[in-house]
């Protein structure tokens, strides 16, 4: 927890924010805070800046807040991933908003199991918790939209042309693809399959629709190393 | 499992092993195996090639192997990493394994908690688990090195001078930091704290050791995200 979330229900003033929350008992364990303590702090979709402790009990914590800070810069991509099963789904979310995802569309994929998408995760306020943990981690308050999807062929006919509209589109496949093209500040739409890959279906349904087949080295990663590992290649510091 | 991993003692006769433990059920999950079929598979620190399947019972698969292409080449890079807690630390030695890192370096740390130390994921069976996880994961056979230092100040002091020698030297670090160098194939050395960070006696002392410190940009990455994203941008594809 890098940074202490608000929202909008916090204040009780203009300046003022009372917190009795699950992000009381985090901050009581990661700061200790005391009188007068400042603390990093960002309101969702908002700016962030510093609140100032002044008043401290078992039960909340009140801060002072001075909001005069842009958070950081959101990376310019879509991301299209094949629905994870659920525990790492709670992992990626968190990673790829810490990272500064702020489109996120989750589809369904020839290997992803039907039972992942009646997974509790996938409920908007579960969902919202992991993208809250990974604003917190990052430092940043720009909540990303996630869009489920769960007919591949529709997606890719019907939505995916103009999603892809003037940005690179590229899908991570490990075979017959070029090498990831060098880091770049520019719009990119980056698919993901599933663990085992998309089916060469898939890859040729992506590849009509104007994606670009790309690999990361001769080594095959697991979903959760290789979104970071692509980010990262694809995008410069 | 992208590879199967063959043991000395899976060998029956020079070119015929026979499978009968946690791998042959992940074969048979994943692969589905059928008489004749051509599966990849790796001698532990030895070449690559194809297994064939020549029988299959409801115990065991046997193979005729042929091993004769090199594993992919090592990162030029010893991780050194402040001990994570324990199921981090599990993911994260897969995770680096499968990603080719050879030489680890588990390190105390002021924000280390004592107790991780005396993990049942610590014993060399169960390390050894995890790498072989990560090299499967990978198509690698080459297992890594892992090496406990339980005492942070003798370590930097005696034996990191040595271990950097001819390698560029660099500690993770957010703050005060440089930007982190362009991807170069060559000897690397990177230090990795804890989740909080190691604190500042010990960024000094791995600065007085000769390490540079670098960071990754404004967002503060967790440990298991931002070692992918440090050896995707120090080493090229």
Redesign the interface.
């Known amino acids: 927890m ?1 940074l202490i979330l608000l929202f909008k229900s916090d204040f009780i003033a203009a300046d003022t924010v009372v917190i009795n929350d699950r992000r009381f008992h985090h901050i009581k364990q990661f700061y200790q805070p005391v009188q007068a303590q400042q603390l990093k702090v960002g309101l969702l979709d908002g700016e962030i800046g510093q609140g100032t402790v002044t008043q401290l009990s078992d039960q909340s914590i009140t801060l002072q807040v001075t909001l005069d800070k842009q958070p ?1 810069a959101p990376l310019p991509l879509t991301l299209i991933l094949a629905l994870p099963r659920p525990k790492m789904l709670k992992r990626t979310l ?2 790829v908003t ?3 995802v702020k489109q996120i569309y989750l589809i369904n994929s020839y290997k992803v199991d039907k039972s992942y998408w009646s997974t509790p995760v996938l409920q908007e306020h579960s969902v919202n918790e992991q993208l809250y943990l990974g604003l917190e ?4 308050t720009q909540l990303p939209e996630v869009h489920l999807r769960k007919r591949f062929k529709p997606f890719v006919e019907d939505e995916l042309p103009a999603l892809i509209k003037d940005s690179r589109a590229l899908v991570a496949h490990p075979y017959n693809a070029a ?2 093209p060098p880091a770049e500040d520019i719009n990119t739409t980056l698919a993901v399959g599933p663990e085992g890959g998309f089916i060469p279906y898939e890859v040729e349904k992506l590849q009509d629709a104007g994606f670009a087949a790309i ?8 979903v ?2 290789a979104v ?2 692509l ?3 694809l995008f410069p ?1």
Do not use: F, K, W, Y
Not at 137 to 140: E, H, I, N, R, V
Not at 215 to 222: A, D, E, K, Q, V
């Open positions: 890098n950081p968190q990673t810490s990272m500064g981690q990052a430092g940043d090498i990831c690999h990361i080295g001769p080594r095959i990663l697991r959760e190393n970071p590992v980010l990262s290649r510091v």
